[in-house]
């Protein structure tokens, strides 16, 4: 009995070993964590954002270094608090404030203590820094922007927020990311894969070497160049037209759907989202719930189209055989229709496309309207019919393009009227409104464009897009797909002259450009908005959209002015101007050029918030 | 002739399995004193060089032990124990303070631990003492000279380090195998349960719950079993222990001996001050996982996060580089050499070599099992070094010599029959 003791004492503490070993080495998972926590830094190597090219290779945004400091709330050690302070020029309530932020993000990740710091603050906290344990400077790149124009095109970046670092692995507090536009479509392109390096440290903290001698290292891949399909030149010339106006342009080569401009209007040079003023000015813009400078209108902005939805009618009732070009439509200044109601027109007299389409004839466009819902027993099914042909314009619907916002615009079908009318009783005369583009269709200026595109292509169109090249990929192949209209390419003919005599002794006679044949069309559409509540008719949208040359069409545009009045006093020149300075480069029209500059809208917005009664269309 | 019956009787399993330990013991404190920067392993500058230094002195070591005769260490085990002692009273006057304690003799240097040296020689002495026919532990006197004989190194050594106080108490297991009675290890037994949870608990519940399980074992016996002076005597030293606990522990330790405690017992979380060595020791282990970082991979040890690791930690960076199959096989070497001695001590013929091959397999024993628990976590800090594995020249000597001393005389038990 007395010799089996100590032989049972030391086995059973061997078992008690071997479980207490168990247990640490086997079941318990966070000591491989905290062993990693301990002894493993990961350092990141930034790699430089792509530059960004026009599409004459003409650089428009580049980069510029950076200097954060970052800090590792566990690293920080008996450091001279206030000498630190004083030398970023912060508050000791400052400092402990973003340490404790810091700390609860991560004790032992870095966070951002001080972004983007100027020249002169680098150098003076690079010269002490060993002597700050715990901060350290990360090198990142800004940007560095060669033009004050298109805003709206490349979007900024800014750095994370907790959400995204919560949702994306990639992402580590104070990494940058590019928010809308270009910046965010192509944010992975654009930005490249930061490198990561593993290294050991040991309990004073000092490096002492690479973890597995680099096994799991990887290398910082280069940000990719992208070359947009913008012409930076015709940007900045967009954007300077529309100076004190609201409103969008949208110039698209319709052989591609290559997006050449895309104004909105008024917009910010994007320099003033850079560095560490960005917050401030954007919280700025942000705030400025009038002017909406942070909201695209290009592409969110949905107007009625008014009258170059005209285009469409006449379209769509030649290819329904309701209409040829002789038809023929009289005018007197409108004309009566249903029970007694009436549509006004500017002018009278027999017309036929073609001069319905250069006049802009309401009554003729309207009766077209008719004779197409007409022609089927039911007017839900030729809605529907009606509906698929303008919708195969790329209308109704998100187009896909290379941008992260838009909008669908309305191209209505049965199924709305069903709904405003559950008892029916509707019929063509009662959507009769959406012929001329008032009703309820609506489109943003990047759908006008693009219809236009599709009616210089002659019946086919490219998903518009903003991106031409990275670095030697090719595009995505949606954007080489054409994608053809219901309407039979014979049917264009006809309108596209109209489209032309519109500039020929029709509504834009004025806005003739010397040696290149512009196919256009003006828009004037009605527009409300809700003033303390009342719904109140405000000066009407300047809208026109053109493409040109006529034959082997380069350019087609789309250009809004909000309450410009009618299409060929504000939008029409713009068109024009536009065009011409794409397509020659100078611009001869001086007087035109002038009379845009001069023409002032801010007056006519500031009349709707000044609580004043106000008369509107120029009374 | 005499070396040759010797090189024949010699157990060569024990012996394989001390080189076996002493050769991964310092791979391990190669690894764990590795510098940053390109070495020899030979630099004497280094940690893992002086070791492989203590390592080639133990081999003539053991060749002087065993051609030494066999009767030496009994003739002259006496002589030895006071050496050790005085040795070791002689700390108070001519120690050298290293780490807080003052547990070295410095002669230039390189210093020398007596405490190391003590443990062989107490076992010599104990041995000595119970080979004499007359010594019978049933008889109150024989208990007294023989716990005599464990405890005055004990008292010496105590006050500068409380560790090798506790490797002596093992010795009482010994004594235990040779007839002490079993209420001595019973006092030892219900001391130790007394004490934590005198630690965790209130007096008073402690108090209470003696005096339930005393009335409880009271009737549960025989009546003719029934000692009411001795339940109640029990009960009283009990309850005089458990208050003496309290006021030992607040008034008699030192804050860090408290502090050792305190951690143990989950009552400490502050991991970077007094709980950051055992924090970071079950890191260490902890993320060596199945197989390990490997050899020279673990980045706690190359981090040196653990401190002490070449001496009372080595074993983390078994656990950390070798993982719990490195483990396993450790542990397995140690258990086995531990039982083949205790094997063999059963198997001598005189009194004076079981006697003293048993006080060999408890002292290693209670090293291998504090050292580890410790390091684990599951034993209070104290300065325990792991036998062959702890880097020490003083341990590695003495445990060398501990280990031969017993070889020899079982090779030599046929020569003396």
């Given at each position: ?12 503490s ?11 080495q ?8 905290k062993?990693?926590n301990?002894?493993?830094?990961i350092n ?55 340490v ?13 203590f ?10 003076a ?50 990494d940058?990311i ?19 390096k593993?290294?050991?440290?040991d ?12 096994k ?12 947009l399909t ?11 037209l529309?100076?004190n106006?609201?409103?969008?342009i ?12 895309l ?7 994007p ?9 401030r000015n ?6 400025d719930?009038?002017?909406k ?32 070009e002789?038809?023929?439509f009289?005018?007197n ?7 007694g ?6 002018g ?9 389409i250069?006049?802009?004839c ?9 004779k ?8 839900s ?14 209308l109704?619907a ?5 941008l992260?916002?838009g ?13 405003i009318?559950?008892?029916?009783g509707?019929r063509?005369?009662t959507?009769?409104?959406n012929?001329?583009?008032q ?13 236009m ?10 998903t518009?897009h903003?991106?031409?090249k990275i670095k030697d ?7 080489t ?18 489209l032309?005599?519109?500039y020929?002794?029709?509504t834009a ?5 010397e ?6 069309k ?10 303390n ?13 053109a ?16 309450n ?7 939008a ?22 002038v ?11 500031a ?7 106000f ?5 | 002739?005499?070396?040759q019956?010797?090189?024949?009787n ?13 050769a ?7 690894s764990a ?22 390592i ?14 066999g009767k ?20 108070f006057?001519?120690?050298k ?20 040296f003590?443990?062989?020689a107490?076992a010599?002495?104990l041995?000595k003492?119970m080979?004499n026919v ?5 008889i109150p ?9 464990i405890?005055?190194p004990?008292?010496l ?8 106080a ?12 040779e ?14 349960i007394?004490?934590i949870?005198?630690?965790?608990f ?19 016996s ?5 000692n ?13 222990f458990?208050?003496s606990v309290?006021?030992v522990?607040?008034?008699?330790f030192?804050?860090h ?5 305190n951690i143990l017992?989950?009552k400490?979380?502050?991991m ?7 924090n970071?020791?079950?890191i260490?282990?902890?993320s ?49 050499l ?10 001598q013929?005189?009194?004076?070599s ?5 006080c ?6 209670i090293?291998?099992f504090?050292n ?8 209070p ?12 020249g ?7 010599i ?10 030599n038990?046929v020569?003396?029959?």
């Amino acid at each position: 009995m007395r010799k089996v003791l100590l032989p049972t004492i030391i086995i059973v503490s061997a078992l008690l070993i071997l479980a207490r070993l168990f247990y640490l080495q086997i079941v318990d998972e966070s000591l491989k964590l905290k062993s990693d926590n301990n002894a493993i830094k990961i350092n990141y190597e930034y790699p430089e954002r792509g530059y960004i090219y026009d599409r004459n290779d003409k650089l428009i945004v580049a980069n510029q270094p950076s200097y954060d400091i970052m800090v590792t709330p566990k690293d920080v050690k008996n450091i001279d608090t206030l000498e630190l302070c004083k030398l970023l020029n912060i508050t000791k309530v400052d400092f402990l404030r973003i340490v404790e932020k810091a700390r609860v993000y991560s004790p032992r990740l870095p966070s951002v203590f001080l972004p983007q710091l100027n020249k002169r603050e680098y150098a003076a906290f690079q010269e002490k820094q060993r002597k700050f344990q715990g901060f350290e400077i990360v090198k990142r790149s800004l940007r560095d922007y060669q033009t004050h124009a298109g805003s709206n095109i490349f979007g900024f970046i800014t750095q994370v927020n907790d959400k995204i670092i919560q949702d994306n692995s990639y992402y580590r507090s104070g990494d940058l990311i590019g928010r809308q536009g270009v910046e965010q479509e192509y944010e992975n392109v654009l930005r490249g894969v930061k490198g990561v390096k593993y290294r050991q440290r040991d309990k004073f903290n000092k490096d002492i070497g690479s973890y597995k001698e680099g096994k799991f290292d990887t290398i910082a891949v280069q940000g990719e160049d992208i070359k947009l399909t913008i012409d930076i030149a015709l940007q900045e010339y967009g954007e300077e037209l529309m100076l004190n106006k609201r409103g969008g342009i949208v110039a698209i080569e319709p052989s591609t759907g290559e997006i050449l401009a895309l104004v909105t209007a008024p917009s910010y040079d994007p320099s003033t989202l850079v560095g560490r003023e960005r917050s401030r000015n954007y919280t700025k813009l942000y705030n400025d719930s009038i002017a909406k400078p942070l909201f695209d209108r290009a592409l969110l902005g949905e107007f009625p189209p008014g009258s170059p939805f005209k285009i469409l009618t006449g379209l769509v009732a030649l290819q329904e055989g309701v209409i040829d070009e002789q038809t023929t439509f009289y005018c007197n200044h409108g004309f009566s229709y249903g029970r007694g109601r009436f549509m006004r027109c500017h002018g009278s007299g027999p017309h036929q496309l073609l001069n319905g389409i250069s006049q802009s004839c309401n009554t003729y466009f309207a009766q077209a309207f008719m004779k197409t819902i007409d022609k089927y027993k039911s007017p839900s099914a030729a809605v529907d019919i009606w509906s698929n042909h303008i919708k195969s314009f790329g209308l109704g619907a998100f187009m896909g393009y290379d941008l992260p916002t838009g909008k669908r615009g309305l191209i209505p079908s049965s199924k709305i009227y069903e709904r405003i009318y559950p008892n029916g009783g509707w019929r063509s005369t009662t959507i009769i409104s959406n012929s001329i583009g008032q009703g309820e269709v609506l489109m943003t200026p990047i759908q006008l464009a693009n219809m236009m595109a599709a009616v210089a292509n002659e019946g086919h169109y490219f998903t518009p897009h903003i991106v031409k090249k990275i670095k030697d990929h090719s595009i995505d192949k949606k954007f080489t797909t054409k994608h053809q209209t219901t309407v039979d390419k014979h049917y264009f003919k006809p309108v596209i002259e109209g489209l032309f005599a519109v500039y020929n002794g029709g509504t834009a006679n004025s806005l003739r450009i010397e040696g290149i044949d512009i196919c256009g069309k003006t828009g004037t559409a009605e527009n409300y908005s809700k003033i303390n509540g009342k719904r109140t008719q405000l000066t009407d949208h300047s809208i026109f959209v053109a493409f040109a040359p006529k034959d082997n069409p380069k350019i087609a545009i789309a250009v809004l002015v909000e309450n410009g009045y009618y299409g060929a006093r504000n939008a029409g020149p713009i068109a024009s101007l536009m065009i011409e300075k794409y397509l020659k480069g100078t611009i001869s029209r001086k007087d035109l050029e002038v009379k845009i500059y001069s023409n002032d809208l801010q007056k006519e917005y500031a009349k709707y918030i000044s609580g004043q009664p106000f008369g509107i269309n120029g009374r | 002739m005499k070396n040759q019956s010797t090189r024949n009787n010699i157990d060569w399993m024990v012996v394989t399995l001390y080189i076996i330990l002493v050769a991964m013991g310092w791979l391990n404190i190669y690894s764990a004193s590795l510098p940053l920067e390109e070495t020899s392993i030979f630099d004497l500058s280094q940690i893992y060089g002086k070791q492989l230094l203590f390592i080639l002195i133990s081999i003539p070591l053991i060749i002087v032990i065993l051609s030494i005769d066999g009767k030496f260490f009994e003739k002259f085990s006496s002589i030895i124990f006071i050496v050790a002692l005085l040795s070791l009273a002689g700390l108070f006057v001519f120690g050298k303070e290293i780490k807080g304690q003052t547990n070295w003799y410095s002669f230039g240097s390189f210093s020398l631990q007596p405490a190391e040296f003590a443990k062989f020689a107490t076992a010599l002495a104990l041995s000595k003492y119970m080979g004499n026919v007359q010594v019978n532990l049933s008889i109150p006197k024989f208990q007294y000279q023989a716990l005599g004989i464990i405890f005055l190194p004990v008292m010496l050594i105590a006050p500068h380090d409380p560790g090798s106080a506790l490797i002596f108490s093992s010795l009482t297991l010994v004594l235990y195998r040779e007839g002490l009675p079993a209420w001595y290890l019973w006092t030892g037994f219900i001391a130790i349960i007394v004490f934590i949870c005198s630690l965790l608990f209130e007096p008073l519940y402690i108090v209470l719950a003696a005096l339930v399980i005393t009335i409880l074992l009271y009737f549960r016996s025989r009546p003719m079993n029934r000692n009411i002076v001795l339940s109640s005597i029990v009960f009283v030293l009990v309850t005089a222990f458990t208050f003496s606990v309290d006021y030992v522990f607040e008034s008699v330790f030192q804050q860090h001996h408290r502090d050792r405690f305190n951690i143990l017992l989950g009552k400490e979380v502050d991991m970077k001050g007094i709980g950051y060595n055992i924090n970071q020791s079950k890191i260490a282990v902890g993320s060596g996982g199945w197989t390990g970082k490997g050899f020279l991979e673990g980045t706690q040890t190359k981090g040196g996060f653990v401190p002490e690791q070449h001496t009372d930690y080595i074993f983390t960076t078994v656990g950390e580089e070798w993982g719990f199959a490195g483990s396993i096989v450790v542990i397995a070497l140690f258990i086995a050499l531990i039982l083949r001695i205790l094997y063999l001590a059963e198997r001598q013929k005189t009194k004076f070599s079981r006697v003293y091959g048993y006080c060999v397999a408890s002292i290693l024993f209670i090293h291998f099992f504090i050292n580890t628990a410790m390091v684990l976590g599951l034993f209070p800090t104290v300065g325990v070094p792991l036998p062959m594995f702890s880097y020490g020249g003083s341990g590695l000597l003495s445990f060398t010599i501990l280990i031969f001393i017993f070889v020899k005389m079982d090779a030599n038990k046929v020569n003396e029959w």
